[in-house]
């Protein structure tokens, strides 16, 4: 199957990491959709994207974190695109630093996890049945390694919501060990922000975008996690498929983040 003729779910597509994982399928050929609660990032990802792919971008609003609101987003998207071939998902928030948890409320712990968690396994109950019974098909998970780690004070929701999306992961790859699709994670412990908005240690989105637009097009590889902590294991762990990927290359000062 050519990447023209591949349909992408990008979910959280139009955020920081989504976009540029969106604008390198795109550049790929591969037709990409992507569902966003919020039109005005969905305009905001069509002025960013490469001019001569508009025509293969599909956006929806939609809110995927809610079963009756995921249901809609895909009976639209069906309607839009006709099929899926691959999901791509990137739910969640960039950051979060509230307070250590004495000073938080249940409503903002309830937030974290309908962002990060429920989000993701709403989306993945609603779109999975699209793509799980095709070996030519793929669903890759982009994670953060905040879930392993109080990152610095004040931020230990973040902590709670990316350690139960590692888990959610983690019980998806042993409760469907045989399933056909390719079942990927890729685990990111560091930073990831526009070039404009760069810090050290941080990685260019457009940069992780490309990697993880090449490990969708091989699908070469599943149930695995590719653990990314610095720009040069976007090359050594995504695009060369280092075996030795797993787990924590080590890479020097990266900052972890998210
Ligand atoms: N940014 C980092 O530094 C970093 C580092 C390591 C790992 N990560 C991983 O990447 C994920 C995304 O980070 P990001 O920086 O791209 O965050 P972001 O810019 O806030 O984007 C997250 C996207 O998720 C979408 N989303 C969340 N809930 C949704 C829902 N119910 N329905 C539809 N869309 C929903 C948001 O869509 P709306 O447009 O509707 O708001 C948004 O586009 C994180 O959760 C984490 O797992 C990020």
């Given at each position: 199957?050519?990447?023209?003729?591949?349909?992408?779910?990008?979910?959280?597509?139009?955020?920081?990491v989504?976009?540029?994982?969106?604008?390198?399928?795109?550049?790929?050929?591969?037709?990409?959709?992507?569902i966003?609660?919020?039109?005005?990032?969905?305009?905001?990802?069509?002025?960013?994207?490469?001019?001569?792919?508009?025509?293969?971008?599909?956006?929806?609003?939609?809110?995927?974190?809610?079963?009756?609101?995921?249901?809609?987003?895909?009976?639209?998207?069906?309607?839009?695109?006709?099929?899926?071939?691959?999901?791509?998902?990137?739910?969640?928030?960039?950051?979060?630093?509230?307070?250590?948890?004495?000073t938080?409320?249940?409503?903002?712990?309830?937030?974290?996890?309908?962002?990060?968690?429920?989000?993701?396994?709403?989306?993945?109950?609603t779109?999975?049945?699209?793509?799980?019974?095709?070996?030519?098909?793929s669903?890759t998970?982009?994670?953060?390694?905040?879930?392993?780690?109080?990152?610095?004070p004040?931020?230990?929701?973040l902590?709670?919501?990316?350690a139960?999306s590692?888990?959610?992961?983690?019980v998806?790859?042993?409760?469907?060990?045989?399933?056909?699709c390719?079942?990927?994670?890729v685990?990111?412990?560091?930073?990831?922000a526009?070039?404009?908005?760069?810090?050290?240690?941080?990685?260019?989105?457009?940069?992780?975008?490309?990697?993880?637009?090449?490990?969708v097009e091989?699908?070469?590889?599943?149930?695995?996690v590719?653990?990314?902590?610095?720009?040069?294991?976007?090359?050594?762990?995504?695009?060369?498929?280092n075996?030795?990927?797993?787990?924590?290359?080590?890479?020097?000062?990266?900052?972890?983040?998210?």
């Open positions: 199957m050519s990447n023209t003729s591949r349909v992408v779910l990008a979910l959280g597509g139009a955020g920081t989504g976009s540029g994982i969106v604008k390198a399928l795109l550049d790929k050929g591969f037709k990409v959709a992507v966003s609660r919020d039109s005005s990032r969905l305009d905001r990802l069509r002025t960013f994207i490469s001019p001569s792919t508009k025509e293969n971008l599909t956006t929806i609003v939609g809110d995927v974190g809610s079963e009756e609101g995921a249901e809609l987003a895909k009976q639209a998207l069906l309607e839009a695109v006709g099929k899926v071939t691959d999901i791509v998902s990137s739910l969640g928030f960039s950051w979060w630093q509230g307070g250590p948890p004495h938080q409320s249940v409503k903002e712990l309830q937030w974290v996890m309908e962002t990060l968690l429920f989000s993701t396994f709403v989306s993945w109950k779109f999975f049945p699209l793509v799980r019974d095709d070996s030519h098909c669903y998970f982009i994670t953060g390694g905040a879930g392993e780690k109080l990152l610095m004040g931020t230990g929701f902590t709670v919501g990316a139960s590692l888990a959610f992961c983690q998806l790859r042993e409760e469907y060990p045989d399933v056909p390719k079942l990927n994670e685990k990111i412990n560091a930073g990831v526009a070039p404009e908005r760069m810090a050290p240690g941080y990685l260019n989105h457009l940069e992780l975008g490309e990697a993880v637009a090449a490990l091989e699908r070469d590889t599943s149930h695995r590719f653990t990314i902590s610095c720009p040069a294991d976007l090359k050594t762990v995504l695009l060369e498929r075996p030795v990927d797993s787990e924590t290359p080590p890479c020097g000062h990266s900052l972890l983040l998210l």
